[in-house]
Structure formats: structure tokens, C-alpha cells
């Protein structure tokens, strides 16, 4: 019962008209969703409605070419996510906004500011989920001949954080007295400069904005290579993962979990959330048509295309009714592309089915049943040390929400898993986490 | 007559406390503006119900640094202009909003999706302050030595502007087809990839976000120095200037209306818009008084810094109650140290009666009296060919923006120069401006 009082988190991961590939050719999807602020406005209000911890929005820093399906993929029209946050910010009282941008290609004193200025305009909403860009295309947008190693990205990735930290740690958060009388503004012994000279950055400070309500947004991490994995132990406070099964998850779990010790953390200082693609239906018959329809709805090119683009590889050259051949290791999602040769493997799958398999959830974990057969699937996984809460991914929107909001969540909640109210008003208070201490006060209570 | 037809353009220049330099300690004034969303959210609603074209916020990318008045300056704490603008729009309808952003620390890809995402949220609201950014103590944020020269600034903006108007236009206006039945999202013939490759920046694009409701957000420019004036004419829309009196307005509206023929643009293509600082009173003698009362509240280290900053000179070695000594020329904001010298000669002042002077305004046009006393200041600026329009610059906030709109615009209206109503829905449509045809449809149209 004690494990039954501990709560679900639950992110809603929202990219607009929804997670399948086929999403926009649904008859009741918002099809230029990506690109209708409206429509962003309601599902957010919904997420809002069923009390989830944030809404997470995917970002990329170039158009996903996806050769064979030129015009078919619903990529290239949509809202940037920071500036698309801000302003549901205002338009919603309680959720967080957990937005993705890349420590590879943005520079860390613009990046810096504008999460601090997100968090602040949200009254403690946001999070920042680290990438370091998992698409080779993003290169030439940005004057580089080719995209970054792995290994170097993520050395990259620590000490951009690192920056972001320090630059964010620029004000005491009491600095501002703005006392009329003594026309004091702020205490200049409260402002510090970062000073950062580093491999990749050279950072004075101090940052222009007041530290964040959260002290820092939310650190997300969304890899699972090694690297990806070591990133998060040393700094992440949720990390969102593709996993396809208990045993699965409960390894990474223990994974991930076990890399805090050695940087002085604690278990409970970072939240595993696996994706979760539910389709829900009010009988199992009714969620299977709903899926079957969905997946009726691929293009061959685009299902292909698709793949193409996860697995980074050309796979023209290959008959779709014939296995997935080996591949050599790429330089983009690396963690991706293991989870999907692992897929492939597993189900013997050619490579038709093996995107068939994806084009709903990407390797993320699809469930498909009534509310009670959902709740039983992420109730065992939360239960057994798999996971800590989900990210959910609806097939399509809006639809695939207000099913999840209006059958799911009441079922997760008839169970004691899931929270009728919001506990706090920040994302950190919500997601259980506790308010990073500014690392200039920490110094000094070291020195007294 | 036909010249009272001609409507008045008006921008609201709204930063936190407001204009003066001591308005924070103001009684009435909001101390926390430059962060407080609640204050922010009420001016940009007053500011719209008095019609206003705009809402423009200025931008620096580093802490100012003020010698001798640390902690007194109301600097340092304040939101980032694009994402407050954001959140603003989604609480407001017609008004639009003009985000400064530097063109000589920023990322032109970065840089163009935000315009475009709060183009899109706001439904064609947004416009772009372009800035080469005239404090060189942003560098040392960026990883740079020092702040590149003026001139290399200049040349690097005109790049900068001229790779973002090519990947607002990687994709057609009517490229998003989303024909659910055909299964195309898009038309892949309707997409374009830039190929830049320049002196300061190498892009291919194209950019991830659909062109922007208004084709660019429109263009703005705020440097009156000769290489500001020539980018102006070369690529603004609105220029933002200090000028002191009607004859040096005059001349500088002719000057730059007379810089756009050679560039194949029309007078009516750049709106002219002196920067107003309005204080205003039901009789002269209150006006004077509400003066007077912000004049005693700079603290003189306050009075002095600002003047130091805004002149790009130490002139802490001389004496306050004498002579402005003669300066070497600034690699900061060369304009507005031409414009506070000429200044200092004209009246004789001394450094104290200079940083006065200045201490609301700041350069631009300080006006204080009755609403029709003011009307008629900018009536006659209007009519005599040195306005196009005005950027309004309350003295503290909210109540000089209240002040403004209850009864000097009423005061505009009545004279028949100010709209009742908004004319359209997009920034462009209220300030007259035409939609920018696409590039790519241009060649397409010289081809046929």
C-alpha cells in the first residue's frame, strides 16, 4: 500500500496533430495542428483539465528530409517550442512546459535566458529537455561542414549545462531589494560573474534576468546511449525513455538510478517517464479498430521515410518484404537505432513490418485496451521499479487526448496512483523535486 | 485636410518601471515592472486599448555595467523581449510587438524561427528591432575579445537580415496543402533551400517553421548613425530615432526617405518615428510638477552612470559642474554620443545639467505640458514633414501610459490623426505596410 501512495508523474507529449506518422490524415486529427495556436491552447487546457506534471514538445534545427516521401511527412510548419510555451503559459495556471533545445547548436547565453525568462514569465513552469541534436541535417544551417561526433557532442552537452547553471546562478534570489527610499535596486554583493573559460565556451556574466522562480527549470534528458545515460545520472531530474518491456525498463531503470550515487544524488532526484502510445477504446475491440485505422492510413513512402530517418540509414536499395539488413553505427540517435535493430531482431521483422511497428510510437511503448487495461499495464510498470511516471504520446489530436484525460486518468486516479489536484504551483513542486541551491550561496555557507 | 487624413503611426516603448531613469522609485510606479507578467499583461492591454500600432521593448545582451552606481540602476533582472512577447500575444488582439535582437551575437537560423514562431502565435503581430547591439560588454558573454567594430557590425547586419528574409521564404505561402484524401502535407515544389554562403554566415536552410503570416516580420531600425541610416534605407520598415527639435527632425526624415529610391523603394515603404517622452498634466503647472518630482528622485551616482553609459566614456576624472569634456569617438552607439554632445554644446551644460537632461528621455524629445499642448507638438511635427509617427515613452508605468491614452489620445483622435479602430488584425496592416512578396515567387514571376 505504501507504494500505492506514491505518485505517477505524467507528461503529455503533445507535437500537433498528433504522435502517429499518419496523425494529420486522420478524420477527426487537427491537421495543421503544428501551426494552430488555438488548437495548442485547447489540448493544453486539457492537459491541464486531467492534471498532468508538464506538456513536452520534441524539437529539431532543421526540416527532416526524408528522401521517397518528399510532401508526405507532416514535418516543417511548426511552432518553435520556447516561444510557443511562453505564450500557453499564459493561457494556463498549472502545467509545466518541458521544451527541447539542442547544447550543439544554440549558444549558452541566449539559451540561458530565454528558459529563465520562460520560467519566470510561468511562475515556475518550465523545463528544459537537453539534446544534443540526434539529426545530421541541422549542420548546415549552422555554417558547419558535418554534424559533431557522439562523444564530442556530449562532452559539449556537460559543460553547456555547466554554463546554463552558472549563468543562472547570476543573482542571489533575494538580490532585488528595489527599496524607493534608499534607492537600492538590487544588493551588488547578490550578483556574481560566471567567469567561465572553458573547451567549448568563454562566458563572463552575469546573466541579464533574475534567477528562475525554480532556481533552474527543470533539467530533462531524453537519450539512452551511454552517454546519453551518464549525461542524466550527473545532471538530469527527469528522463524520458524508449522502452518496450518490464524487464526492459526495470534494467534501465536500475541503470540510470544507480549512476546518481557517484555524483553525491539521491534515487528520488531523477524521475524515469518510458513514452507511452495509448490507444484507448471503451472495449479492446473498439481501440484495436481505432489503432487499425490509424495504421491503415501509412503511406508506404512515408513508413519507410520514417524509418529511414530513425534508424539514420538509406534503405532504398532493400525489399520491404525482405529482413532489415546490418547496419553500420550512426552518428545521430544512437540509442535509437539500437532499439530498433533490437525490435527487428526480436519479432524477426521485415523491414514493411518493422515500420509498420514504429509508425505509431517511434520504439515507444504502445499499449492498446480499455481504460482498465492501461491503468493495469502502467500500474505494473510503476510498481515494479520500471518506471516513475510516463510521458504519453497520443496517436492523435485532439482526440487522443481528451480519451486518455477523460478515461484514463479517472481510472488512474479511482486507484490512488494519480493526482486529483495539482500539489504546487511550479513544476518542481508537482514533479516532487526539490529547489536547486544557487552555487554562490552553497560556497558560502562552506566558508562560515 | 488631405494631410490630417493621413494617420499617425504610434509605438508604446514600455520597459518595466518605465522611461526615466528614477522611475522605479516613483511612488505610483510599478518598482518590480521589469518582471512582474501581471504588470506587463495590464500596459500591453491599455497600451491596445489606446489603439497603439505596437508594444516595443529595447534589448542588451549582457548585465550594464554602471561604475559608481552599482545596485542602484533598475537594470538586470528584466524578460527576454521575444518570449514575454509571446505570452503577451496570446492576452491581447491587435496590437503588435517590436522585439529588439542583435544581428552581431545572434544566430540568423535561431534568430529567424522565433520571429517567425511570434509571428505565427500572435497571428502577424510581430516586428524585428534589428541591433547591432551598442554596449561592447556584451562580448565577453559570447566568447569574443572585444565587440567587433561599427563598420564590421553594419556589414554583418546587412548579411544577417538578407539570410533571414531567405529562409522566411523557404516555403511558399500556399505550400501546406494537408489533402488528408492524397496523403500530401505539403508541395514539395513550394520549398526552397537558401545556399547561403557569405562573408559572416554560411545557411542552407530551409527554415523549420512555415513563412510567416506578415511574409517578414516587419523590419525596424534604430540607429541614426550613417551606416544605421543606410541599412534603414536599405531594409527598415520603421526607424526609430532621438531627435530634439522640429528642424534636425526635418532633416532627418529627409535624409532617410530620400536614401530609399536607390534601393527601388517608395517614402511610404519606411515609417519615421521620433521617440516621444511624454509627461503630461491637466494644466502645465501639474506637467511641470510631475517632471520635477522624477528629477528629484536620481540618485547623482545613478545620473552619472547613465550618462557614461549612454555616451561610451569614463567621466568619473571630472568635475560634475563642469564643461562636458571633448571625447574620442565611441565603437559603442555612435549616434546617440554625437546626439548628447551636440546636446551639451547647444545649452552649455555641465556633466550634472547633461545626465538631467537626459535622465527621462535619454536623447529623444521630451515634451511636457496639457493634452492639446502636446497634441499640438506632435501635430506639427506630423504636418511638417519630420514624423511619420511617434514611439511613445512613458515616464513611469503604468500611470504616464495611462495618462497618455485617457487623455492625449482622445485629444489625437478628435483631431482626426489617430484611429478609433484598428484597420486590420496584422502589425503591417495597421501601419500601412505592404505584405513582402516571396522571393522565390518573384523569380518564378520574372521567368514567365
Redesign the interface.
Given at each position: 500500500m505504501s507504494k500505492q501512495q506514491k505518485q505517477l508523474r505524467l507528461g503529455a507529449f503533445l507535437p500537433g496533430a498528433g504522435q502517429h506518422v499518419a496523425a494529420?490524415?486522420h478524420?477527426q486529427a487537427q491537421?495543421?495542428g503544428a501551426?494552430n495556436?488555438e488548437h495548442y491552447?485547447q489540448i493544453a487546457q486539457t492537459a491541464e483539465r486531467g492534471k498532468f506534471d508538464a506538456f513536452f514538445l520534441a524539437d529539431?534545427?532543421?526540416?527532416q528530409h526524408r528522401p521517397g516521401a518528399?510532401?508526405?511527412?507532416?514535418?516543417?510548419?511548426?511552432?518553435?517550442p520556447?516561444?510557443?510555451f511562453?505564450?500557453?503559459?499564459?493561457?494556463t495556471e498549472r502545467i509545466g512546459f518541458i521544451a527541447t533545445a539542442s547544447t550543439t547548436?544554440?549558444?549558452p547565453?541566449?539559451l540561458a535566458?530565454?528558459f529563465?525568462?520562460?520560467d519566470?514569465?510561468s511562475?515556475g513552469r518550465a523545463g528544459w529537455n537537453v539534446v544534443t541534436t540526434g539529426s545530421s541535417e541541422a549542420a548546415?544551417?549552422?555554417?558547419l561542414e558535418a554534424h559533431p561526433i557522439h562523444a564530442e557532442r556530449y562532452i559539449r552537452a556537460h559543460e553547456f549545462i555547466d554554463v546554463a547553471k552558472g549563468l543562472w546562478d547570476?543573482?542571489e534570489d533575494d538580490a532585488?531589494v528595489?527599496d524607493?527610499e534608499t534607492?537600492?535596486?538590487?544588493?551588488?554583493k547578490k550578483?556574481h560573474q560566471l567567469n567561465h573559460k572553458g573547451r567549448f565556451?568563454?562566458?563572463?556574466?552575469?546573466?541579464?534576468?533574475?534567477r528562475p522562480p525554480q532556481g533552474y527549470p527543470v533539467i530533462v534528458q531524453a537519450g539512452s546511449s551511454e552517454d546519453g545515460k551518464e549525461l542524466a545520472g550527473r545532471t538530469a531530474e527527469v528522463i524520458f525513455t524508449a522502452q518496450q518491456t518490464l524487464e526492459d525498463a526495470q534494467a534501465f531503470y536500475a541503470d540510470v538510478k544507480g549512476r546518481l550515487a557517484k555524483y553525491g544524488r539521491t534515487p528520488d532526484q531523477l524521475k524515469v517517464m518510458p513514452g507511452v502510445f495509448p490507444v484507448v477504446g471503451i472495449t479492446e475491440a473498439e481501440a484495436k479498430a481505432k489503432y487499425q485505422e490509424l495504421q491503415d492510413?501509412i503511406?508506404p513512402q512515408?513508413g519507410l521515410a520514417l524509418l529511414q530517418g530513425l534508424i539514420g540509414t538509406d534503405l532504398s536499395a532493400y525489399p520491404l518484404d525482405g529482413p532489415l539488413p546490418d547496419l553500420p553505427e550512426t552518428n545521430d540517435n544512437k540509442s535509437r537505432q539500437a532499439l530498433l535493430i533490437d525490435i527487428a531482431r526480436k519479432h524477426n521483422f521485415t523491414i514493411r513490418e518493422l515500420y509498420q511497428w514504429i509508425a505509431g510510437a517511434r520504439g515507444h511503448w504502445t499499449i492498446i485496451g480499455t481504460p482498465v487495461q492501461i491503468a493495469d499495464q502502467l500500474e505494473s510498470w510503476f510498481v515494479n521499479d520500471a518506471a516513475d511516471g510516463f510521458n504519453i504520446m497520443p496517436p492523435y489530436l485532439p482526440g487522443g487526448l481528451d480519451d486518455f484525460v477523460d478515461l484514463v486518468i479517472p481510472e488512474l486516479q479511482r486507484r490512488g496512483l494519480f493526482r486529483t489536484e495539482y500539489e504546487g504551483t511550479t513544476l518542481r513542486e508537482n514533479l516532487g523535486l526539490s529547489r536547486p541551491v544557487n552555487q554562490y550561496q552553497k560556497v558560502l555557507a562552506a566558508i562560515k
Open positions: 494529420w490524415r478524420p491537421s495543421n501551426l495556436f491552447k529539431g534545427l532543421a526540416l518528399e510532401g508526405r511527412t507532416a514535418f516543417g510548419g511548426d511552432f518553435e520556447v516561444t510557443l511562453s505564450a500557453l503559459s499564459a493561457v547548436y544554440e549558444d547565453y541566449i535566458r530565454k529563465a525568462s520562460l519566470h514569465i511562475g548546415g544551417n549552422f555554417g547570476s543573482w532585488f528595489r524607493k534607492a537600492f535596486y538590487y544588493d551588488p550578483i565556451f568563454s562566458v563572463r556574466g552575469p546573466l541579464n534576468i533574475a492510413l503511406h512515408v
